[in-house]
Every structure is written in structure tokens, then in C-alpha cells.
């Protein structure tokens, strides 16, 4: 599968989005890349997948699709996660903008919400398998309330991959407290933004804040040839799902693996070190040596169950990795 180039952006100081309109109302599709400026797997999905609408080799038959396919430019052009801060936490406009990701926010957030369904694709620093993450059940709380979570879980169920991960924003609030409780107890300052529970709000918690659903797409490692083709085949698949595109039936996964997140583990100095390169979702088991904390206190397994997201070169006071649980022997996704 070819792919068009990745452009240059000579100064990351204004936001491009592409947009296709129906002459049918439909659902309102918007795809997004590089939210993490090193994550260009989907930016190339969704280059190809604008130049097909372009030659007319694709055809909107409803609704509308909007196309970004470099959410983050200043990340972008300097070939890193983040520009000034992780653009996928604290996600929120803001009067008050101070560093470039609460530009984006100004941009990005309000353009969320013209739209329905976010597919957000992002790739992965270390592991080999893709999948994607869903939000969480219906509920009336007062963190995430929804009531998408049916066709939320089906469009997971469309992109292709058998693996899906949950309870992000849940245990994100459950790790700030820790945090905070952590900082109390050791009489250290506050660390700021990410002792604020509203921290975990990134991209697909701003969508279903303003009434939408959304999934976020892991494609693979960051530089895995397949990840651009993994990507443009969940864009097709979701055009197709939602009738945006004419073109077969998208069959759904009827088998899958579910894990959910339930423990975030913060680095308490920046060099706290794992004892070794782990990936996502390798198996860990209760007691097992994690890390060593740069003071020399070890950190264990707090119960048997899969590493996600380990974050090696992450500062004190943020994530450094996240415990998750299966739940495929429940059976539902
Ligand atoms: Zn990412």
C-alpha cells in the first residue's frame, strides 16, 4: 500500500483540518492524527484517504467527515510526543492560553463538538499487537457520564483489532489521588497540572464531554511499516460502518480480548528505573519486580495482570505505568 509523503510544515502556527460534506445529513465522522507529534502513522492514513476523496476514487454518500491529519504541529515538526505538554491530558479551552497545546485546545475542542463519532489513531513506543480503547459503560456520575457506550463498543468492534483496553479516565482519577495523598505525606510542592483530576481529559473524554463517542486506535509501534495500513484500513472500516461511504457490510470482531485499566503507578524521581524493557501488555504477576526507585525501594506487581503503557524516560509525578486486568472471560466488549 503506498502512502503520500509527510509534509513539511514550515511554521506550526495555524491548524488545518479537511472537511467532505453529503448532500444527505448523516453521521458526522472526525479523524484525527499526530495528536503526539512522533505518531505519524495515522497523519499518512489520513493523507491517502483525503487524496481519494480528492480524485474522487472515494465518495461521501451521507454525513460528514472532517480530516486532520497533524492535530499537534509544533509536536509534529519537532518529531516528539509533546510540543509544550502532552496535548492528550487537560484537554480544555481556555481564555487564558499559555503554552501551545491550550492553542490547540482552543482549536481542537469547539471542532469536536460540531461533530459526532472521533476516531483519534495514535501508535505506541514498544510492543507489536494494535488495538484500541473505549470509553466508559453508560452512567450518570459526575466524571465521565454517557450513553453512547453501545455504539461506541461497536465501532471498536469494526476497526480491525481484537485487542481493547478501558478504564482509562477512571484510574487516571484514581492515580491523581494517590498523587496528591503522595505529595501531602512527603511535604512536597504540587506538582500542578497533573494533580488536577480534569488532567486525564484527552482527546475522546473532550468528545464524549460534548455529547459525542469516541475510540482512540494504538496501530502498532511508532515505526512499524504496517502501522499506516492498520490505520487506513479502521478509516475505511469506519466510513463503511457508519454509511458515510458505500461498500460492503464492515463485519464486527466477534472475538476479542478486553483488559481494564485499574492501577497507575507514578515515578516518584525522574530516575526510577524499570529492571527491564518492558512492553505493553506483557504479563506481570503479584510481587514480581517492576522497577527499582532511584532511592533503591523495590516496585512490585500489586497483583497478576498485564504492564500497559510503560513510560521509561516519564518525570516525577507522572505515570510510569499502568496495571490492567482481563476481562475477556466476561465476554462483552
Ligand atoms: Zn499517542
Known sequence: MQFPALPEIPHPLQFKSVTFTALKPGPKLIVLG??????????????K????????????????????????????????????????????????????????????????????VLLDIHSFQKGEVPFALFGPENNRGTLQPFVHARAERELARCLGVTRFVDGWLETYAKGVENRVAYLKANQLPDAGLNTDPRYGMGTTECMRSSGGYAVTLECGQHEAPTGPAVAYDAIDRTLRHLGLVEGAPVELVQQWQRLTLVEVIDKQDDRDE???????????????????????????????????????????GQEWFYVAIDQSALGCA
Do not use: M
Open 274 to 316: 524499570f529492571c527491564r524493557a518492558w512492553s505493553s501488555f506483557d504479563e506481570i504477576r503479584k510481587g514480581e519486580l517492576i522497577g527499582i526507585r532511584h532511592g533503591g525501594q523495590e516496585v512490585r506487581a500489586p497483583r497478576d495482570g498485564f504492564i500497559v503503557f510503560p513510560n521509561s524516560t516519564s518525570k516525577a
Open 34 to 47: 499526530a495528536v503526539h507529534g512522533n505518531e505519524v502513522s495515522g497523519s499518512k492514513a489520513i493523507l
Open 49 to 116: 484517504v483525503i487524496g481519494e476523496f480528492e480524485r474522487g476514487e472515494l465518495l461521501l454518500s451521507t454525513g460528514q467527515v472532517t480530516l486532520v491529519p497533524i492535530t499537534n504541529p509544533l509536536a509534529y515538526n519537532r518529531r516528539q510526543r509533546n510540543g509544550d505538554r502532552n496535548l492528550n491530558r487537560n484537554l480544555t479551552p481556555t481564555n487564558t492560553p499559555v503554552d501551545f497545546e491550550d492553542h490547540v485546545a482552543n482549536w481542537l475542542c469547539p471542532l469536536l463538538a460540531q461533530h459526532d
